[in-house]
């Protein structure tokens, strides 16, 4: 069946710090490929996505490219915040459209 | 305005007792779900509703019953709470259920069974 799966957290970086969280997955088909984040005691919240082969997802600062060839969608950002601390989740709708299978979330923190 | 929000945001009960948790949607989607995130903040989905239609229905004990009475709405309603129940509970809603669409989420309700 379809899975995704996440690098190990918590990631403790210090304020603008490169940041990469990897993520690969395994799917039939063509899926869609997401990242969310929960900040605490929120709700998920669309960072970026990517619908086909190549694509590129960018917001806000972030950013996270669809490669088939290596089965990834790796999440960067150039210079990290303190306000960027947070859960980030990789996810994918596969050939069951609308069914959002997560990895396991990847905490993120962010000192000064 | 609030795109999908959910009620209560807090519920604590105890073991036996049944419950409901509301969510409602005013961004016009055809589309609803509703996820479980455990104490490890794992996501897995429960059940999606196309135009009050059922479409998912993943493994999940038929103590927990969904009711939508218009698209706009989903409800969970569970019977018999065991303490393994506890989790946050998150609603969401997609334009339709392709593979492209983007779900929005709700702020999740918080359930403990006590």
């Known amino acids: 069946g379809n899975s995704v799966t996440q690098m190990e957290g918590p990631v403790t970086l210090s304020e603008e710090a490169f940041l990469t969280i990897n993520c690969t997955y395994t799917a039939t088909g063509y899926p869609s490929l997401f990242w969310y984040v929960q900040y605490p005691g929120e709700g998920l919240q669309l960072l970026l996505k990517a619908t086909k082969a190549d694509d590129k997802g960018s917001n806000k600062g972030f950013e996270a490219t669809y490669r088939k060839e290596t089965t990834s969608f790796h999440l960067e950002k150039g210079s990290v915040q303190v306000s960027d601390s947070a859960v980030y989740f990789c996810?994918?709708?596969?050939?069951?459209?609308?069914?959002?299978?997560f990895g396991q979330g990847t905490e993120l923190s962010v000192k000064p | 305005d609030t795109a999908v929000s959910q009620t209560p945001k807090y519920l604590v009960t105890q073991m036996g007792n049944d419950k409901s948790i509301k969510c409602e949607q005013n961004?016009?989607?055809?589309?609803m779900y509703w996820y479980k995130q455990d104490s490890k903040k794992f996501l897995k989905i429960m059940f999606s509703y196309n135009n009050k239609e059922l479409i998912i229905n993943e493994t999940v004990p038929n103590r927990f019953s969904p009711k939508s009475p218009d698209k706009a709405h989903l409800n969970l309603h569970i019977n018999s709470l065991e303490l393994g129940d506890s989790a946050v509970y998150f609603c969401?809603?997609?334009?339709?259920?392709?593979?492209?669409?983007?779900?929005?989420f709700g702020p999740g309700t918080r359930l403990t069974v006590l």
């Open positions: 996810a994918l709708v596969g050939n069951q459209g609308g069914k959002l299978i």
């Open positions: 969401a809603s997609s334009q339709g259920g392709r593979t492209t669409d983007t779900q929005y």
């Open positions: 961004l016009g989607h055809d589309t």
